[in-house]
Each structure stands twice: as C-alpha cells, then as structure tokens.
C-alpha cells in the first residue's frame, strides 16, 4: 500500500496484488459514503498487479477514514453473507 | 438489509443457488475468487525417472498437473520461493510406476490390445501416495489420490515403461489453471417477463412455443385461452418473441436488478457449498490484509 496526494482529502491508494475483485467491490462499498465525492480505481498496466484507488472526501475528512470504513463495511457483508449462506445450509447437511 | 440465500439444487458436485438484494460488484467479486483464488493441490514437479512411452516427459507432465488430487487444501502451507526439496506440511508425493508387457496366453489372431497387452492404459489409478517424513502421523486415515480413477494418461506398448514422482503443491488458479478448484462458476440474472397485454388463443399458443417449455402457461378461463407467465427462472432469453410481429409489442423482456442466480460446478475437490464458504472467508481475508497494512504504515 503506497499513497500520495495533494493534501489529506484526495489520496491516490496503491494495492498491490490486487485487480477487479477487490477493486469493484471496495469502490462500490466507498460510493454508499456519503462524505466522498469522489471515487475511483483503475488498473495501471494489465501485465502488472495493482491498482491506482483513488478517494476525494468533501469537507476537510482526511482520506484515509472512507477507506477505513469501506474495508470495514465491506467485511461486515462479507460476514453477513457467510452467515446466512451457512444457515441455509444447515437442514442439508442434517439431511446428509 | 433485506438480503436472502436460496439453495435451489444441490447434487455431489453441482450446487445452485440464488442470491437476492445484492450487488453486482460482490456477486462478481464471488465469482472471480471461485475461479482464481480458491486454493488447491495439484501436480506441480514431476521427476521423471524412466519414460520410454510415445507421450513426451514435458505433455505427460502436462497432463499429471491437470489431474485434480483429492486432498483437501487446508491441510497444508504454500510452498516457500525458492525452496526446491519441499517439506512435508507443504507437498504431497505421488508415483507412477507402470510397464507393459506382451501377454503369453493370448489367443493367436486376436487383435483387441485389453487381451494382448497388460497395463497397456496408464489410469490415473496407478498413481499411488508415497507418505513424505511423518505424513502417516498428520493424515492417518487420509487417503490422497486422484479424484477420478478413470482419467487416461497415456497408452503402452510391451516393453515401454513409466517411472515418475510426482510433487503436489498448494496454489491459486491465478497462477496456472490447474489450481482451479471449480470447473466452472457462473452467475445469471432472474429473468423478468411481463405481458403488456393479456394474450389469448392463438396467439397464447404462439407465445407458448417461443419460450422455453414451462416458461408460459396457458389457463382456460371461460372457455377462453389466457397466457400467464408460470415460471420465468426457466428462460434462457433467446428473444424468439421479437421476430413475430404480432407480438413483439406485447411482451417486455427484464432482468431483476438484483436476483443472481449461481451455479458452482466443482471438479470433486472440495463439495461446492466449502467453496462458496471458502470463497467468503477469502475475500474477507484480502479486506483484513488492507485494514492490517493501514494499521501498520504511518501516513502522512
């Protein structure tokens, strides 16, 4: 993880190691802040793995903290998913 | 937040299941790390100690890394960069041993090679677990082997033999597609079809036929044939309906934004609900790396 920026409200994210999967997901968890104005990600070069993610806040929010949310949010459905996927198939597995 | 998982159908290998209320991004992130990240064993080295068959040490060593080995990836680490040998908690050795020879008591004039020949196809049966360090301490009623007996390697003549060992490692279908613990995952919108109009007689028969059998139904109410959409889940969109111009303007063809129907085909690896599983739990992984890494880095 790298960053650089003009000042703390819109940082660029370097991801190593990392492409679409995470990329989308994490920029559609930023989006739903209302704080960020603007967000984005693109990959640099398809034979390299990383990503450019960019965060803009509005107001005087430092960068960091959507980030820190969406990583956190995107967990949070993650968790939720895991769990209601295993409940679902709890009556299965008994059957089995 | 309104978000519901329906498993439709679940066979040995097979597991099909709806997603609701979700969004286009994790789905395919789901998708993604099912295809090229879900880690599993295969053959990555393989020692060639003697090959005098017609298959080339480099296309039979092919073939061995594609053969999907039932052992569950959990069990072990990534193999260390660099680190040739390979210790027993990351690799698991395999050999193939195999000579074919001429049998004596065939008949004269015979020419089916299953009476002529003995072990004259190599399966992928023959291939046996050699047991590295105190592998039968950690596994003791674990059983490697290939999770098909019947995949064809290679055919023999008398006199040609196979003598290989074979190392297995832990990896990811993003380095090479061998590692795919899927054979394939794919997701698909709930069809939305509505009938602007209500649609009767002939013109219901019609629309019966160009939709996928079960898609439209057709009520008898007074006397009268009504067409009604019985299952819309069933349609594979093919858009027969927009070549008749009698009814091009009377139906519209939708997806529902948010209803993903999965399917997951496993190679027999792993049952395909731990995949999904898996799946979830790595996708968490790579969000807790970023979040440690945050935690960790000073930013100015």
């Known amino acids: ?96 | 937040q309104g978000f519901r998982v329906d498993v439709v159908r679940e066979e040995d290998d097979v597991l099909e299941f709806d997603m609701v209320d979700i969004d286009a991004a994790i789905a395919n992130a789901f998708r993604r790390i099912l295809l090229a990240e879900v880690p599993t064993m295969a053959v990555e080295k393989v020692f060639v100690y003697n090959n005098t068959s017609i298959v080339q040490d480099e296309i039979l060593a092919h073939r061995l890394g594609l053969i999907p080995i039932r052992a569950d990836p959990r069990l072990f680490e990534y193999r260390n960069q660099g680190d040739e040998e390979g210790t027993e908690i990351d690799t698991l050795q395999f050999q193939l041993k195999i000579k074919c020879s001429r049998n004596p008591q065939a008949a004269k004039e015979s020419s089916d090679p299953n009476e002529l020949y003995f072990n004259h196809k190599v399966y992928s049966k023959h291939m046996t677990w050699v047991p590295l360090g105190n592998q039968t301490d950690l596994f003791p009623d674990a059983d490697f082997r290939p999770v098909h007996d019947d995949i064809l390697i290679a055919q023999l003549r008398p006199g040609q033999e196979i003598d290989v060992l074979m190392h297995c490692v832990k990896g990811i279908g993003k380095d090479h597609a061998k590692f795919s613990p899927v054979a394939t995952a794919s997701y698909r919108l709930l069809p939305d079809i509505t009938l602007l109009q209500p649609i009767e007689d002939e013109a219901a028969e019609l629309l019966q036929k160009c939709f996928s059998p079960g898609v439209i139904e057709i009520q008898n109410i007074k006397g009268k044939k009504v067409a009604r959409v019985a299952n819309a889940r069933l349609d594979t969109f093919s858009r027969e309906v927009f070549r008749h111009e009698s009814l091009k303007n009377l139906v519209r063809l939708a997806r529902v934004r948010n209803h993903y129907i999965f399917s997951v085909e496993s190679t027999g690896i792993l049952p395909p609900d731990v995949l999904v599983s898996e799946a979830i739990k790595i996708l968490m992984g790579k969000c807790q790396r970023f979040l440690n890494e945050l935690d960790s880095v000073p930013m100015e």
């Open chain 1, 1 to 96: 993880v790298q960053a650089d920026g003009t000042d703390g409200n819109c940082v660029t994210f370097v991801l190593h190691d990392e492409d679409h999967t995470l990329g989308n997901s994490l920029r559609y968890m930023v989006m739903k802040n209302p704080d960020v104005e603007f967000c984005g990600y693109c990959i640099t070069h398809p034979s390299e793995s990383k990503i450019n993610f960019r965060i803009q806040t509005r107001g005087a929010l430092p960068a960091i903290e959507p980030f820190r949310k969406g990583l956190n949010d995107l967990m949070g459905v993650c968790q939720h998913v895991l769990n209601t996927f295993e409940v679902r198939l709890l009556p299965e597995h008994a059957q089995r």
